[in-house]
């Protein structure tokens, strides 16, 4: 996953790719401090492993927005159509219970990236 930083000196955000999910193991891969280089100012700053910090992923919220979506629009689509040619109560409760699919999914995968978010920003190494 991604993980980022604020520069001390120009304050721009920095991100760096980790294999890891935790700050320990973060810790323990990099070192307690990590020297890095901004981007942005170039300048070498020299950061604790807890300055290091994990955020909702941009490509999930997409994703699972995407799913949310279309699936609620052909949820919809199918409810319309149904409701249109008079079908069973049932037809329209099998129907309305797929809407929930998308729901859920996008319910799962946003608790699962604000969970990887929570797991390395509560942790903290020991100075
Ligand atoms: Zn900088």
């Known amino acids: 996953m991604k993980v ?3 520069c001390p000196n120009c304050k ?3 991100q760096l790719k980790t294999s890891v999910g935790t700050r320990v193991e973060f810790a323990m891969e990099n070192g307690k401090n990590k020297k890095y280089n901004c981007g942005n100012c170039n300048q070498n700053n ?3 492993v807890n300055n290091f910090y994990a955020k909702e992923s941009k ?4 994703i ?3 799913i949310f979506l279309v699936g609620t629009l052909i949820g919809l689509y199918f409810v319309m159509q149904m ?3 008079m079908v069973t ?4 409760f099998i129907v309305a219970s797929g809407l929930m699919i998308p729901v859920s999914v996008y319910g799962i995968l946003k ?4 969970n990887r978010v929570r797991t390395f920003n509560q942790t903290y190494v020991s100075e």
């Open 89 to 92: 109560v049932m037809g329209v």
């Open 59 to 62: 490509l999930v919220s997409i």
């Open 46 to 48: 020299i950061l604790l």
């Open 111 to 114: 608790k699962e990236d604000s």
């Open 64 to 66: 699972s927005g995407i």
């Open 12 to 14: 721009e955000e920095n």
């Open 4 to 6: 980022y930083y604020k």
């Open 83 to 85: 409701v249109y040619k």
